[in-house]
């Protein structure tokens, strides 16, 4: 059975989801506009920003960063009174600021293209699709946009929250969020659509599977630049006969799927903490339950294992690997 | 690579030496001390009271909030002392479990009453059905080479579930005692109890490191055992994991259970509470019989019993919680429980973990409050500490069905309603108040909650039982202090200075004494005589304790803070009342009782109806509508109870945050008394 993914309800949505949202996307003006619309968006539904999107195309110079970058004070009273946007003077003066935060980092990287590449690294290069069994899988925040907030505030932009720089990956194609059921899932699938497209394996985890027993720390020579940041996803190691595939938070397996643990993006009392109740890296773990609390089984060895119950914002941090849905495994 | 080889000590003859020592020195004389380690739920405290039954004691660590409970059994050939340490996930961890295991393994901590040095054992149990993460705490057991034996615990679990394990070759390969066992059945306990003194230095180790460790935990659990987790109730676990955590539905079962728990409290607890009151009232009277008039009698009736036996008479409804909530504990429920709590309680900013310190607190505070230990962030701790007194605890309930059947007399249903809404009050006001605390001085991110759920298991009577015993002998050792100090303070307050008899009273005894040579019924008295000579000494009497009990020192203050409380609408007596609680909430009743109508009175028919026609000085009614709404506000919110800002000094780290809980639960008493005064008036 395939859906449109159910967020895409009025005509403008619907437009928007089926030609735009998850389309991977190199082009530098459209980066930027995404930015300050998501920017402009929090607190508000997406709907509202759709509808003027037009308006802020006309006022914010199409979006052209040298350009919105020259704004005068005098012209953010005129935007101020403009019905057509979003009249609130944090959001306006916000863009602005991110123009002139795309000017500077342009500066200091000439080269074409380095500011698309910049965001781009935050999911290693290439387009990330999970599973999307339902709504209900869909993240709000991953370690990785906490890292792209954290790193866009550092350059001097404003309204770069966790939340809105994930709102900015879906609608920018870094990542595929659109359902499983929805048939621009596959259309979004690993394309690109900007320029330089980079090798579309990118996002695999790259190691060899190591064996069972042998430290798991295996360096992985010349994956240093793919390594996500915050994370390590490329050097964990996997117990023989994990298929290869992307590390994923365990909250995007199916009910009973069981799957083999690669990190927790944990502090490190709240890791040492999971690691001693059992869950370790390379540990197998089966999803019992999805929602409020996560609760997962680990059996690292003979014996029933011990159920451990997450509250769900612990359990999206922990990573997996995930093994055949609904396998029972070995 | 096996791991017998994996940094395995050679056996010189300096380590055969020490393997020995355990069980040869000072054999006889000196007991041998054995700690028990493990990870929490592997059964370590039902084997704990299995070994000693009732003879042991719960103290804490010194230092510290965990505690330490200690006991003896005869051993093979001197006596053992065994200690059971908190359960812990890991003893290389940052929590205070970890910690107070890893420092008396070091011997820098030692229980009360036990000299400062390393254990002479170390007793490892494990979780037969939950192996390999069992080996892990081994692992780092037997890094501190202390003479060492392993209990692996379950095992009637593991064979139901189909794991078997080999510990004979896990004996060869650690070079110390393995003991299968089963705390439950107690099958293998006097195995075990024989292993304890021929602890040996283990052979075998992990090299350092996490990873080391884990290695070697694998590598041991895939040499020693067998059989995998086909658990044939995983389903089923599932299916009831998800009823219970369930937004609506583990609601409703959850709220079904706390109304079971809330009715044996109210209803079964009732009958012995009955018999304790009428014990102590039965010795009062002997006392008083035997002593005869005079001030160590009244010390003895009116202060020490009296106040010692308001108090013990909470005991049944203390030691009745603290059983259905190891029967639940027990049951693996309440981790469940805690994740439906997490949820509600999360807005509030609390945790999850605090649903059972706040239970508890519904008895009584001081439980409650040592309950909060469990709690792992500290702020979470804090807010659950301050707001544990708002709970309505026993000692309100005397108050509370007095001034509910003041309000409402004769109507049963309304009465439960008002009741109920006490209850509400006070946990709304508690949940507010963290609320407030945690935007204000507990600002700071909530840790999001992980707990492991154990597995379902049928509960054993006999662990709660214990743990009843335990928590009722900590509250009555608590009852021979404190409130013994307290009632004696406050017996004194109200006694001294003693006042004569009134010209009022001796005119009536002077009738009475009139009218006494004649018998009552004799032909000659009148048969409209109102009085009988032992009505008029009675109200002789009356008179006497009445006009004594306003010169007193306690009645003095009243008079003195009575404009404090004259906006809630209290006179000279209420504050008196009021003043008095304050070493205990329930003393409000007999103390009212007393001042009222001179003599002591419970909240029976009797006293209620004597304290309906209660009159202040100027002659208008005393509990009226407005009145008495104020009062039950009042005592709802306000934090009224010595001991419990003692015990929040002691486990929150200082006097200052019982200082903050005083000060904001008197605030909002006095304001919700006087809105409330001003509204009903």
């Given amino acids: 059975m395939t859906s449109r993914c159910p967020w895409a309800r009025t005509a403008l949505d619907i437009a ?81 600021a991110n123009a002139r935060a795309v000017r500077a980092f342009r500066t200091a990287n000439p080269e074409p293209g380095a500011f698309a590449s910049m965001l781009w690294a935050f999911v290693g290069g290439a387009a990330r699709s999970e599973p999307r069994p339902t709504m209900k899988h869909v993240p709000s925040v991953t370690p990785e946009s906490t890292a792209m907030s954290r790193a866009l505030r550092k350059l001097g932009f404003t309204f770069v929250g966790p939340t809105t720089c994930y709102a900015f990956m879906q609608a920018v194609g870094m990542v595929n969020d659109h359902l499983d059921t929805c048939p621009r899932k596959r259309a979004c699938g690993g394309g690109s659509r900007g320029a330089g497209g980079k090798n579309p394996g990118a996002g695999d985890l790259h190691c060899e599977p190591v064996s069972f027993g042998i430290p798991s720390r295996r360096s992985c020579e010349g994956c240093s630049r793919m390594v996500i940041p915050d994370s390590e996803v490329c050097c964990a190691g996997l117990s023989p006969g994990t298929p290869r595939g992307r590390a994923v938070s365990v909250t995007t397996l199916l009910r009973g799927q069981c799957a083999v643990l690669v990190e927790t993006d944990l502090e490190p009392g709240e890791a040492a903490m999971l690691r001693a109740m059992g869950l370790r890296p390379r540990v197998r773990l089966k999803l019992c339950q ?41 | 690579m096996s791991p017998i080889e994996v940094s395995a000590a050679p056996r010189t003859d300096q380590a055969d030496r020490d393997t020995h020592r355990a069980a040869d020195g000072a054999r006889g004389d000196l007991p041998l001390r054995v700690v028990l380690v493990g990870n929490p739920n592997t059964g370590k405290t039902t084997l704990f009271n299995r070994l000693c039954g009732v003879r042991h004691k719960t103290s804490n660590f010194p230092g510290t909030t965990q505690e330490a409970r200690r006991g003896t059994l005869p051993g093979a050939d001197r006596a053992i002392h065994l200690v059971d340490l908190p359960g812990a996930y890991s003893l290389e961890l940052h929590g205070s479990e970890s910690t107070v295991v890893r420092r008396v393994l070091a011997g820098d901590l030692a229980p009360p009453g036990e000299p400062l040095a390393a254990p002479d054992a170390v007793c490892v149990v494990l979780d037969a059905t939950n192996l390999p993460r069992g080996l892990m705490v081994l692992g780092e057991a037997l890094r501190r080479r202390l003479p060492t034996v392993v209990a692996i615990n379950l095992v009637d679990a593991a064979r139901r579930r189909g794991i078997r394990g080999d510990e004979r070759r896990l004996e060869e390969i650690l070079g110390c005692p393995v003991v299968v066992c089963s705390a439950r059945t107690g099958e293998g306990l006097e195995a075990l109890r024989g292993a304890l003194g021929r602890a040996r230095i283990p052979v075998a180790g992990p090299r350092a490191g996490q990873e080391a460790l884990e290695h070697w935990a694998d590598e041991l659990a895939s040499e020693i055992f067998s059989g995998r987790a086909a658990d044939p109730g995983a389903t089923l676990t599932d299916h ?94 309440l981790a469940r429980a805690a994740f439906v709590m997490d949820r509600l309680m999360r807005p509030f900013g609390l945790s999850g973990h605090a649903f059972v310190p706040l ?29 544990a007194p708002f709970m309505s605890c026993s000692a309100r309930i005397p108050v509370y069905v007095l001034l509910v059947g003041l309000l409402f007399p004769g109507r049963p249903g309304v009465q439960a309603l008002a009741f109920t809404g006490c209850y509400v009050l006070g946990a709304c006001a508690g949940l507010v108040s963290a609320l407030v605390a945690r935007r204000t001085i507990l600002r700071g991110p909530s840790r999001p909650m992980v707990m492991e759920l154990p597995t379902y298991r049928r509960p054993s009577t ?16 608590k009852a021979g202090t404190v409130i013994l100090a307290i009632s004696i303070v406050l017996w004194w307050l109200s006694t001294y200075p003693r006042s004569g008899p009134t010209p009022e009273a001796e005119a009536l005894r002077a009738q009475a004494a009139a009218l006494d040579p004649g018998p009552v019924d004799a032909p000659g008295t009148p048969t409209d005589e109102p009085a009988t000579p032992g009505d008029l000494l009675a109200e002789a009497d009356a008179i006497d304790a009445a006009h004594g009990a306003r010169r007193t020192f306690i009645a003095r203050l009243g008079s003195a803070v009575e404009p404090v409380f004259a906006p809630l609408g209290y006179d000279r007596q209420l504050s008196v009342g009021v003043l008095a609680s304050f070493a205990a909430r329930e003393v409000f009743v007999s103390t009212m009782s007393v001042m009222v109508t001179g003599e002591e009175g419970d909240a029976a028919e009797g006293t209620r109806a004597a304290l309906a026609k209660a009159k202040r000085d100027d002659g208008s009614p005393l509990f009226t509508w407005a009145v008495s709404w104020s009062l039950l506000v009042y005592y709802v919110l306000a934090m009224q109870c010595l001991p419990t800002l003692a015990v929040t000094a002691r486990e929150a780290g200082g006097a200052k945050w019982a200082f903050i809980q005083l000060g904001w639960m008197s605030l909002l008493a006095y304001v919700g008394a006087f809105a409330v005064f001003q509204v009903a008036g």
């Fill in chain 1, 16 to 96: 928007y989801h089926d030609t735009e949202w998850g389309v991977p996307s190199r082009d530098e003006r459209h980066l930027f506009e995404m930015i300050c619309l998501e920017g402009a968006q929090a607190g508000l539904s997406w709907s509202t920003i759709l509808a003027k999107r037009e308006n802020y195309r006309r006022l914010f110079a199409d979006f052209e960063p040298a350009k919105v970058a020259h704004f005068t004070p005098a012209r953010v009273e005129r935007l101020l009174s403009d019905p057509g946007i979003v009249r609130h003077r944090g959001k306006i003066e916000g863009c602005i």
């Fill in chain 2, 359 to 387: 239970l508890s607190s519904h008895a009584c505070a001081l439980p409650g409050i040592m309950a909060a230990r469990a709690i792992p962030d500290r702020r979470d701790r804090l807010a659950t500490i301050l707001v």
């Fill in chain 2, 240 to 333: 009831a994991d998800r009823a219970f955590t369930h937004p609506v539905l583990g609601l409703i079962l959850f709220a079904a259970v706390m109304t079971g728990l809330f009715w044996a409290i109210f209803r079964l607890a009732t009958y012995p509470m009955d018999w304790i009151e009428a014990g102590f009232g039965w010795a009062g009277e002997r006392v008083a019989g035997v002593l005869g008039d005079g001030v160590l009698s009244d010390l003895l009736v009116g202060g020490v019993l009296s106040g010692v036996g308001a108090t013990l008479v909470f005991l049944p409804q203390i030691c009745l919680l603290f059983f259905i909530i190891a029967l639940l504990e027990d049951t693996g429920y």
């Fill in chain 2, 462 to 477: 006999r662990t709660a039982a214990l743990t009843a015993l335990d928590r009722g002998m900590i509250f009555l050792r």
């Fill in chain 1, 290 to 330: 999805l929602g409020e609390p996560c609760i997962v089984e680990v059996c690292c060895g003979p014996g029933v294992g011990s159920r451990i119950a997450l509250h769900r914002a612990l359990a999206e941090r922990v990573r997996v690997a995930p093994l055949e849905p609904g396998g029972a495994g070995t």
